[in-house]
């Protein structure tokens, strides 16, 4: 089982740039899948980008070109690099481990994209 905690989440202007954070403890990290959601207040949890052990990528089509997933397999971390920043980025930000059928949760950090 792997334990995830989220950080970098905060209040930025629309164009701006947040990068996330999502730290893993456990010793199977580098075999999981990992992977970015969001879910606005009154929205359905959506995907927003995966990174497998591989470093295999997948964008939702909303993010593409503007949000970059990447790991660390060292520091047992994995990052979301938001630029371009839109309103409709709002969101609380959840990060996910998933290997077969397991998976697990972040607590998710807030971001807030405003003038």
């Known amino acids: 089982q792997v334990q995830l905690v989220e950080s970098g989440g905060g209040l930025v202007q629309p164009g701006g740039s947040l990068r996330l954070s999502c730290a893993a403890s456990?010793?199977?990290?580098?075999?999981?899948?990992m992977g970015w959601y969001r879910q606005a207040p009154g929205k359905q949890r959506e995907l927003v980008a995966t990174i497998t052990s591989l470093r295999i990528t997948n964008y939702a089509d909303s993010v593409k070109g503007r949000f970059t997933i990447s790991r660390d397999t060292a520091k047992k971390t994995v990052y979301l690099q938001m630029n371009s920043l839109k309103p409709e980025d709002t969101a609380v930000y959840y990060c996910?481990?998933?290997?077969?059928?397991?998976?697990?949760w972040g607590q998710g950090t807030q971001v807030t994209v405003s003038s």
């Open positions: 456990g010793s199977s990290f580098s075999r999981y899948t």
């Open positions: 996910n481990a998933k290997a077969g059928d397991v998976g697990s």
